[in-house]
């Protein structure tokens, strides 16, 4: 699937730097994120992939030692701006985490705590429509229906992982990261994420890392493959399967390394 | 098969070493649990010995002797109020023999100086009695109530006897007649203390612990956890918090007698608050608490799954309700446990209370924290050092309502933390 290059990208980035203190972790990082499409990033333990991500939503902000340098932009505005509010950015780029994280609350409060930290619903009707909402979209809505009071770490790692997904986009979100979200998952619950990921597309711009070669080809329209802190080669999901252009690419994508 | 064989064997030799090395192994596991257990019993046989001493010395505290004496209510001395005097006429009625001023101290010193309280309190309750005569049943003094249950000597002539002969040969005719009767002591539960064994109670250094540790709770548990957050949540990890960090750690190690020195240096000279009371006990104890709280309410923050933080950034919630929504709910039971053991500490403590006067003989029941109080373990010390028979005893109940105070302390932490829990 290819973009008009007429249309803005979603998300800029040029130049990005990230220095764990001495450790330079991200080189010189240009990519850009339509929307409505999803984005593998794929590449080697440690070359980057889940740093990168993580500026998207300026997570890195919790390291002390992090720092971030280049222009980070979505829809134009730039992320690491000193007047933008990181609360407000990150309503805006949702994240879904490598091991599902449902908090030890009910199935109810997990989806509705991002809706009631950003006063998002009126009244209680309007917060139940958008905790149903969003359960429906995350496909879990059938199997939790008749126990929305049971605590969120009583599922199944698959419903977690879907819990959590349908807490990201109840806040509707533009963007959603997601970090290795099937690497705790079994093969059945990986594919109905899969298939999710797939269904969001619709509304949403995703971002996933991964280290399943099979999921980054099923799921997303275009991959960008890192290589020890550096983005080696990125274009359309089928080219870098079919016809990577750079050997390091090839190499990673065949098995002979990574 | 002839190069087999020798393949076989080399392939057998080393499982049976192997066996060896896993009898080995069990054998150790088995010295090992052993050792574990062995330690196990004899602390536990410790601390059997240990309540067995404190309650079989205890246990007869809990009752108290007290004499039948047919008292007349008459109008004169009940307007003088010379309720003394009545008991000492109503003695000598009882024993008509006895006239020498000596004998007559003597017999009087059966009933404990107090006794007169109990008939001043029944005449307030029913003034009809004016007049009449009541048999009344009084407190005996400490030494009668020893010698009753058997903790001195009746033998008459018997050197060292805290009872004269004659004292003896009275009781023994008071026992004969049924009128002497060992019941349930309450007035070791409901006084202050006194001078008088047998008028001495726990009631006062009860309600000075309460007030004490109140205070203490009050000032140390919102101090600590405010503290604990800002350090594990907020703080920037550099040289000062580092150095705050090893203070803490070092204070939680400082002697008690020090806090009790500082509190009497700040708490009482420079801003003057009143000695002896539970106010300044209970500030003190909170800052022996404090580090104690500090440092558990840390580790209970840290063992939150860091998880959990991401989760709620991620959604954007602020640091602030990071902390209040997840991290602290999650971290309270944790907290709680500390909280209580340094409380419980507190409870015990004795050192730094009589640094601030709260080692003062006190017969009042403390109305407000601002009066001057005693505190259960000050109590223990105190009536430890009591010369009398009868203190014996009473250390050891004293020692009882400690821990039993403590018992309840650990009982209500479990239950809070269980319905804590039960919420997430």
Redesign the interface.
């Known amino acids: 699937m290819s973009h008009s290059p007429s249309l803005p990208a979603k998300v800029r980035a040029r130049d990005i730097n990230v220095h764990y203190g001495d450790k330079h972790a991200l080189k010189h990082v240009d990519l850009d994120i339509h929307a409505h499409e999803v984005v593998a990033l794929i590449g080697p333990s440690g070359c980057g992939k889940s740093t990168f991500l993580r500026c998207i939503?300026r997570?890195n902000d919790?390291v002390?030692s992090a720092r971030v340098t280049g222009l980070l932009t979505l829809d134009g505005d730039d992320i690491y701006d000193r007047a933008v509010d990181?609360?407000?950015?990150?309503?805006r780029v949702?994240?879904v985490?490598q091991?599902p994280?449902?908090?030890?609350?009910s199935i109810f409060d997990n989806v509705a705590?991002?809706p009631r930290?950003?006063g998002m619903a009126r009244d209680q009707a309007e917060l139940d429509e958008i905790v149903m909402t969003s359960l429906e979209r995350a496909g879990l809505l059938a199997e939790v229906r008749d126990r929305l009071d049971e605590?969120g770490t009583s599922l199944s790692g698959g419903q977690q992982q879907r819990l959590?997904i349908a807490?990201?986009i109840a806040?509707s979100p533009e963007l959603i990261l997601m970090d290795e979200p099937c690497s705790a998952l079994d093969p059945i619950a990986t594919a109905r994420v899969e298939e999710l990921i797939d269904e969001l597309r619709e509304n949403f711009t995703i971002v996933i890392v991964t280290h399943s070669m099979q999921q980054a080809a099923r799921v997303s329209q275009r991959t960008a493959f890192f290589h020890l802190g550096e983005l080696v080669e990125v274009g359309d999901t089928e080219q870098i399967f079919t016809n990577p252009q750079h050997p390091l690419t090839q190499g990673y994508i065949t098995g002979r390394f990574g | 098969m002839t190069d087999n064989s020798p393949t076989a064997a080399a392939a057998h030799r080393p499982s049976l070493d192997a066996a060896a090395h896993v009898r080995r192994r069990y054998a150790a596991e088995r010295r090992f649990k052993a050792i574990g257990l062995g330690a196990i019993f004899l602390a536990l046989g410790f601390l059997a010995i240990l309540l067995w001493t404190i309650v079989s010395n205890g246990l007869s505290a809990f009752m108290q002797t007290y004499i039948r004496v047919d008292v007349r209510f008459d109008a004169e001395s009940v307007a003088g109020e010379d309720y003394q005097g009545a008991i000492k006429s109503a003695l000598y009625a009882r024993f008509p023999a006895v006239e020498s001023r000596g004998e007559r101290r003597e017999l009087a010193a059966l009933l404990s100086s107090g006794a007169d309280t109990a008939l001043r309190r029944m005449l307030t309750a029913d003034p009809s009695l004016v007049g009449t005569t009541k048999p009344v049943w009084l407190v005996a003094s400490d030494d009668v109530d020893m010698a009753i249950k058997g903790h001195i000597s009746r033998q008459p002539g018997a050197s060292g006897n805290r009872l004269t002969d004659r004292q003896l040969g009275w009781l023994g005719e008071l026992e004969a007649a049924g009128t002497v009767e060992k019941r349930f002591n309450t007035i070791l539960l409901s006084s202050g203390d006194s001078r008088e064994p047998e008028l001495a109670g726990l009631w006062g250094a009860v309600v000075g612990s309460v007030f004490s540790l109140v205070i203490t709770l009050i000032v140390s548990f919102p101090l600590g956890v405010a503290t604990a957050v800002y350090l594990e949540e907020f703080a920037?990890?550099n040289r000062w918090t580092a150095l705050i960090e090893v203070n803490i750690n070092n204070l939680a190690a400082v002697p008690s007698v020090v806090f009790g020195l500082l509190g009497l240096a700040i708490f009482l000279n420079f801003l003057g608050m009143p000695r002896s009371a539970p106010l300044v006990g209970g500030l003190v104890l909170a800052l022996i608490c404090l580090p104690t709280i500090i440092i558990a309410g840390r580790a209970a923050l840290k063992a939150v799954?860091p998880?959990?933080r991401?989760?709620?950034?991620?959604?954007?919630?602020?640091r602030l309700?990071v902390v209040n929504?997840?991290v602290l709910p999650?971290a309270m039971p944790g907290i709680m446990t500390g909280t209580i053991l340094g409380m419980a500490h507190a409870l015990g403590e004795t050192a730094p209370l009589l640094m601030i006067g709260m080692v003062a003989f006190i017969v009042d029941i403390p109305a407000s924290p601002l009066d001057p109080s005693a505190v259960l373990p000050v109590q223990v010390y105190l009536w430890a050092d009591s010369p009398e028979r009868a203190f014996v005893e009473r250390t050891s109940a004293a020692i009882m309502a400690l821990l039993l105070f403590l018992g309840a302390m650990n009982l209500a932490a479990i239950l809070l933390r269980k319905k804590f829990e039960r919420r997430?």
Not at chain 1, 86 to 91: D, K, P
Not at chain 1, 101 to 105: A, G, H, V, Y
């Open positions: 939503n997570m919790q002390d990181v609360v407000q950015l990150r309503a949702g994240m985490f091991k994280n449902p908090f030890p609350k705590y991002g930290i950003h605590p959590c807490r990201a806040v | 920037p990890k799954p998880s959990i991401e989760a709620a950034l991620g959604l954007g919630a602020s309700q929504d997840h999650l997430w």
